[in-house]
């Protein structure tokens, strides 16, 4: 167990709905990071997150927003879902801003989010 | 565009061998290298490397580091049926501090 915990843990919903996904960190992280790994494509890097305040972007739609909030848990909005969106959702959490400064990430065990 | 690369995609071994799995890489400002364990769902980190030539060990497991060809390799002796996972090679490409991963590769050890 890592300590991170993200709900739900599975998710199905139709095309152009909308969901959130939660995710705690462990204690203590002030960082949190979202991942989308799908079968084609492996882990891709969404959006951090350091103690409230949006750090890096990477390959993240317009559709998706996500937020920390003071308590330091996050949540990622996907909106206007497509087939395509089905995926699992990693969020990640470590102490430090930039991950050189411990190599490590806590990874929860991910959402599963199918799209019909 | 930085990338990092692992071969074999796919492996299948039996319970006693020793397998190496290999991770290449091109990033703008490399700072580290980082392996991962996927079993089921969560990742679980192994090793960072940092620099060129130095083995990092646990157990069964060990990975080095080449900075000049741009590559790491994991190797794992005396394979046993828990060592079946994915095995994630991930690389901290600097600018943004966050891991950019290869697609894994996924180790099958048979009794």
């Known amino acids: 167990d890592s300590g991170v915990t993200q709900t739900p843990k599975h998710l199905i919903t139709a095309t152009g709905q909308r969901v959130t996904l939660r995710c705690s960190p462990r204690s203590g992280d002030l960082s949190v990071y979202w991942y989308q790994q799908s079968l084609d494509q492996g882990l891709q890097f969404l959006i951090q997150y350091y103690n409230g305040e949006e750090r890096a972007k990477g390959n993240i739609l317009e559709r998706f927003s996500a937020q920390q909030f003071p308590d330091l848990h996050s949540e990622l909005n996907l909106s206007s879902l497509e087939l395509g969106d089905s995926a699992l959702y990693f969020c990640a959490s470590s102490v430090y801003h930039r991950t050189r400064d411990t190599g490590e990430l806590f990874f929860g065990e991910g959402s599963r989010l199918t799209v019909l | 565009e930085d990338k990092v690369v692992q071969s074999p995609l796919s492996l299948v071994v039996h319970e006693g061998d020793t397998v190496t799995l290999n991770c290449s890489y091109e990033?703008?400002?490399?700072?580290?290298l980082l392996w991962y364990k996927q079993e089921k769902k969560a990742p679980t980190f192994l090793f960072m490397l940092?620099?060129?030539?130095i083995e990092k060990k646990s157990g069964r497991l060990s990975s080095i580091l080449d900075k000049k060809e741009l590559f790491s390799i994991l190797n794992i002796t005396a394979t046993q049926t828990g060592d079946s996972a994915v095995y994630l090679c991930a690389v901290d490409g600097g600018s943004q501090g966050n891991l950019i991963f290869g697609k894994g590769t996924k180790l099958s050890v048979k009794p």
């Open positions: 940092t620099s060129s030539g």
């Open positions: 990033v703008t400002n490399f700072r580290s």
